[in-house]
């Protein structure tokens, strides 16, 4: 599944930034997804996901209350709203989808996610 992931740069702290994801020719409402970030020598780190079925999104605790993760059917694409930006935010963002409903324990393991999109670059300034 082509994902094209937009909307990263550089902001500074405190300010709000808003990335989307499109999957090209299929949606989204099918599938599983979630949001990752890296910075360059770490592991991939989960940041926010949605499961086909479920009221509410899962996020880590880094970004709980800060960042919302939604879908936008009629335009079939996945958001993350990001508020209140910290310089330790700075990462390249990844959306990633599953087509099979992940079990919970396991949404925040990169390995459990099929498809990834590009990477957007988020830099927050101090």
């Known amino acids: 599944v082509p994902l094209q992931a937009s909307g990263g740069g550089l902001v500074q702290a405190g300010d709000s930034l808003s990335l989307s994801c499109a999957a090209s020719g299929h949606t989204f409402s099918l599938f599983n997804t979630a949001w990752f970030r890296q910075d360059p020598g770490k592991e991939r780190e989960f940041v926010a996901a949605l499961r086909q079925g479920d009221t509410n999104a899962y996020y880590a605790s880094s970004v709980k209350g800060r960042f919302t993760i939604s879908r936008d059917m009629a335009k079939n694409t996945v958001h993350l709203q990001m508020f209140s930006l910290k310089p330790e935010d700075t990462a390249l963002y990844y959306c990633?989808?599953?087509?099979?409903?992940?079990?919970?324990?396991?949404?925040?393991?990169?390995?459990?996610?099929?498809?990834w999109g590009q990477g957007t670059q988020v830099t927050v300034s101090s």
């Open positions: 990633a989808l599953k087509a099979n409903r992940p079990i919970s324990s396991a949404i925040t393991l990169a390995a459990t996610w099929d498809y």
